[in-house]
């Protein structure tokens, strides 16, 4: 199947890594939009990509499905090169991003950065919104983020899941975290999706995807397996966060990984949970060694790198 062939006029995914979130740029009579903007130190390669199929077109509209710093840390060099550009984000924080409470948007719990950005208006759930050639609905699809929106426009059928459904699973429920229950918030919106009747979706990371009923089974099994042992999620949710980690920094030094994981209040939480009474180093060389023997990291004498 030809799979550009599935996807509305206009639009383009520009695939990025597991940093950085998918970029999805849509031009049309409505003009130009682009939805996510990846992480801050990937922002040049943002918008040289953006500006590669815009050519001397301008940026009309950037759009955040939610607020993590993989999906919006570009915003601010997009709004610097694109003066003119309008940025809608979800309603839910939209305190948060007006007076800049970089705990609240996650960035210090999680021991990322995100440059400071603002925004004009909000993604209101129930709405409509023209990207280019269509009306898109938006819709509220809470668990991974307690205020993510996915897109969905009803003629191709194609969805932006955002971290909401990948291929392979969902985003770490971030909200579960906190503490929050959000495990039933993850089962709404995957029945969301599945009522929309996608025929394509696009991830917040990965390759675009037809199969969507697999993968929804596939999503769902893993929220059995994680509401059976909560235990597995927050294991998960420690190896996420270092996996960023390794994919920022490529290489880091044990005695640096120790340093930020220690300052880091989710890992902090999270190895408290896992690990109880056991000295924090000893956690942090069970979670790489795991890492390391699933091939997603390497080590050499002191120095951990990305694989």
Known sequence: MNLQATLPRGLSVLERGWLSSNNILIQGEAGTALIDSSYHTHAPQTLALVQNVLKDQPLDLLINTHLHSDHCGGNAALQAAYPQVRTLIPPGQAGDVRNWNPYALSYTPTGQHCPRFGFDGVLQPGADLRLGDALWQIHAAPGHDSHSVVL?????????SADALWQRGFGVVFPELDGEGAFDEVAATL???????????????????TDVAQALTVARQRLVSFVASPRKHIQYAAKVMLKFKLLEAQRITRADLLAWAQGTPYLAHLFAQQFGGAPFAQGLDALVSQLVRSGAATTQATVVFNA
Do not use: N, W
């Open 152 to 160: 969905f426009e009803p003629q191709s059928r194609c969805l932006i």
């Open 191 to 209: 029945d969301v999706i599945e009522a929309l009747h996608p025929s394509v979706v696009i991830p917040g990371h990965g390759t675009p995807f």
